[in-house]
């Protein structure tokens, strides 16, 4: 637990207390802060670190975790990004599989999980290269060709 730190200059939005660190679920650490006025709030520990030794956090931006272990708390691995930047951080490209079309036998790529999610379902599901082939493979089913 804190108590306001008394240092000039310090720069913290104004509270009473702070408990915590607090673990929740997803391994992430977080801080419960009461205000003057009696109200709560909270946030991460990260975000909390990092306010202590460098000032508030400008709206917009949020404390990454430069290494991606978001239980990884130490100063060092802080860093501050935006919003934006954190979300493309945590967006990783789709594992790719290399296909042949069963209608035109062109070579393509198709990401892995939508395969998986169709291989074994139906012997004529594909995948296919395009739309287009996919409805020239429909159609000669429908007509009872396939
Ligand atoms: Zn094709």
Not at 88 to 96: D, E, Y
Not at 116 to 126: D, F, I, S, V, Y
Request: proline share 5%; hydrophobic share 25%; net charge positive.
């Amino acid at each position: 637990m804190f108590t306001r730190p008394h240092q000039a200059g310090f720069l913290l939005e104004n509270f009473m207390k702070v408990h915590g660190p607090y673990d929740c679920a997803d391994g992430r650490k977080r801080m419960q802060i009461i205000r003057d006025d009696g109200s709560k709030t909270s946030k991460s520990y990260a975000k909390f670190l990092y306010e202590q030794k460098y000032g508030e956090i400008p709206d917009g931006m949020e404390v990454d975790h430069i290494n991606d272990d978001y239980t990884d708390d130490r100063i060092d691995n802080l860093q501050v990004i935006s919003k934006l930047d954190n979300i493309m951080k945590s967006v990783k490209p789709a594992p790719m599989t290399d296909c042949i079309c069963p209608e035109c036998n062109k070579e393509f790529k198709r990401e892995a999980r939508v395969i998986r999610h169709k291989q074994g379902k139906r012997k004529n599901a594909g995948p296919f290269c395009s739309k287009k082939c996919s409805g020239r493979r429909n159609q000669r089913i429908q007509a009872g060709l396939c």
